[in-house]
């Protein structure tokens, strides 16, 4: 990448960017910012799915031991299995 992508940190990548920012506090560089306007639109939908408490329990420590929540496992594990159901049902 040959333009910087921060006027500030002067990086060229964002991996750069975050380095930076490992390192310095932007109260250092208050003057440098400008103020900007955005919307973030999030739009999911939280369904909640009973397990079974022994079943539940196994999960959390799972996700402890991974250092992920529990919903994020979760999510991650039926994301999985719900790839691997359409790519099934496309081969049949």
């Not at 390192?23 to 939280?46: C, G, K, L, N, R």
């Not at 992920?68 to 979760?74: F, G, I």
Request: aromatic fraction near 8%; proline fraction near 1%.
């Amino acid at each position: 990448m040959s333009e910087s992508k921060s006027s500030i940190s002067h990086a060229h990548s964002y991996r750069e960017i975050g380095e930076f920012w490992e390192t310095h506090d932007v109260t250092e560089y208050w003057d440098a910012t400008e103020p900007v306007a955005f919307e973030v639109d999030i739009q999911s939908e939280v369904r909640y799915c009973a397990l079974e408490s022994t079943l539940a329990h196994k999960v959390s420590e799972i996700a402890r031991q991974r250092g992920v929540s529990v919903e994020t496992l979760v999510n991650l594990w039926v994301q999985d299995k719900v790839a691997e159901e359409l790519l099934q049902a496309q081969e049949n």
